[in-house]
């Protein structure tokens, strides 16, 4: 058991950046809500999975909708609570601790700042190992716990309930909800018991990002190689293989908006050592990489677009013209390769032709 | 004390159409929907307002989205009947009769749905007092019964329950819902009891629809004039003043759709002893009616265009040139003429310039 507190929070922000692989929405938000609430009621308590008791009520919560809305329509912070009391109403239950959703962007930070309003621990795990653009995509759902009932909540307390016959309606359903609310709202689902939570959840996740995010700041600091620093880090984890994929110059972005997705491709002309050209895929997350017309990397593993001097992820959104970026590679634990797992948030479900392969397979 | 059966419903489907006042969605599926549960579970005891006890739970049940839906996305019907349950799963109680929301178009038969399988009355009453395209536009509403919570279920059984702070927000959230759930889902809202029912509620408009649906058929099967038995049979209800506004061809029918609405104009060119031109404004409900500019009738009153040999009425989406017309106008019951009704679903609240002014001092 530790916890995470005030003094973590900056290294918090850097990792969900990077485990965001371009999604999942900028952490500064999230980071000053977190803040705030630490401020107020002190560090929160991290219970690993095997530390959470079997019979333990545990409720993801975070925020849904489009990351850029955020920065524009800030969310009151009140609102991530009343989407837990919302579904604690619905359950007739309160919550023994909250886990997040999502590893990666915004949503690292919410359950912390929920946690400590609320005085109780979070659960150090999530149900994406990274970020992804749609609520089934979790190993909650792919491990057969049921997203419903759910709350969506808005900055007034308004809130939905929903109850559905699967994840894929839950989110329809949610994201219209979200949509009329104004494009962002504050979600609690999945509520789960402990020992479920330790068999569905992708283990460790949050503790994982505090670490990438010291990674890159202890590296900088020694004036070390940050890649180096990430490679070796990533190498005692469960996501255990880190790569530099390429690195060069970005030369060309398109990006449209379909299906309230950012859709698009990036093109990276190589520099130094680099020759060719990588192509990367993206839909809110970076889905997949080609170099040369080869195949590097593809979802669910990690394709983090980084600044190549300071390490920093570059969201989709912020993607230009120009800039030096550093392409790291970075496989994914187990519990998000099997066959349900892939059947879910692989390849297909992004309508990529490409199979999985492992980036370690691919070098 | 009274049923409505089987026998009834050919009338009460003619005079639903009527008291749609050009919206509210065809009221022939709502019908044989009615018809079926009928069959199979007999009449349905009508409970007037002052019959229905203090304490009895009432709930409004109905459908809600584009009525044009309904004609391609037939309803399962049992999904009505699974809106009840959903909300009364919410409020911990059963329901002991159920009340149209709605009276005209297909709102009018579906209550009728639910209590003969249920084996519960239907109380007859509603909070329109006509057709409405919105949910907050009901005096259920404009009195003081809070929408929420609302339950909103589609085909399969999927549901949302709906909390918001007032009813806009209600209607705007299940709206939201609806669409999502494919353009038409089945709803029960307003939750209240028969002390409130019976200060809230339009009265008797169940029983009216019946008795428009009769008059109609009466007249025609006895060879009398249709209107004069229309105009005669109102003179004695609480819809007190009925008159002809116009009578002619149709020449000319503007009509979008904005917002989800069919919005638009209708021109009506005089025949007979009629002179000049009659412009109705309409969204999916007839709105307002001028005769050579001069206003003739305008919402909340009824402005029904009615086939001018049949007295069938013509729904908004049916208008076409060429049509022979009557207009009938009718007054509505005090309780939807208080400037808090107004307020909630007279001239302004469809952005309209005219200020209400009561169809019998518009002659």
């Given amino acids: 058991m530790r916890t995470i507190g005030l003094a973590d929070l900056d290294d918090l922000c850097r990792g969900a950046a990077i485990l965001g692989t371009g999604g999942g929405g900028d952490p500064y938000i999230g980071g000053l809500l977190a803040a705030d609430a630490m401020r107020a009621h002190g560090p929160v308590t991290l219970l690993s999975l095997e530390e959470t008791p079997d019979d333990a009520l545990v409720i993801a919560v975070g925020g849904m909708g489009a990351p850029t809305v955020t920065i524009e329509k800030i969310p009151n912070g009140d609102d991530y609570v009343w989407a837990l009391e919302a579904l604690e109403r619905q359950l007739g239950r309160n919550a023994d601790a909250v886990i997040p959703f999502e590893a990666g962007g915004m949503n690292s930070t919410i359950p912390l700042k929920v946690a400590a309003e609320r005085g109780i621990p979070v659960v150090d795990g999530d149900g994406m190992g990274r970020a992804f653009p749609e609520l089934q995509m979790e190993t909650f759902n792919v491990y057969g716990v049921p997203a419903a009932p759910m709350a969506v909540v808005n900055e007034w307390g308004d809130s939905v309930i929903i109850e559905a016959h699967d994840a894929k309606m839950v989110e329809w359903l949610a994201r219209g909800v979200t949509i009329r609310m104004g494009g962002h709202s504050a979600i609690a689902e999945y509520a789960m018991d402990g020992a479920t939570a330790r068999r569905v959840a992708v283990p460790g996740t949050l503790g994982l990002t505090v670490s990438v995010g010291r990674w890159i700041r202890e590296a900088r600091e020694t004036h070390e190689d940050v890649f180096d620093a990430l490679i070796k880090g990533f190498a005692d984890t469960h ?73 920093e992820a570059i969201t989709t959104e912020r993607l230009r013209y120009g800039q030096r970026v550093t392409v790291l590679g970075v496989s994914v634990p187990d519990i998000m390769r099997t066959s349900e797992a892939l059947d879910v948030f692989g390849p297909a479900a992004f309508g990529l032709q490409e199979r999985f392969r492992p980036i370690e397979a691919l070098t």
């Fill in 239 to 311: 996501y255990q293989h880190a790569r530099i994929l390429y690195s060069g110059k970005l030369t060309d972005v398109s990006r449209r908006t379909a299906r309230g997705f950012a859709v698009g491709q990036a093109r990276i002309e190589g520099l130094g050592a680099w020759s060719g050209e990588m192509l990367i895929e993206f839909q809110n997350e970076n889905l997949v990489a080609y170099h040369d017309g080869v195949l590097r990397a593809i979802v669910p593993d990690l394709i983090c677009i980084l600044d190549s001097e300071t390490a």
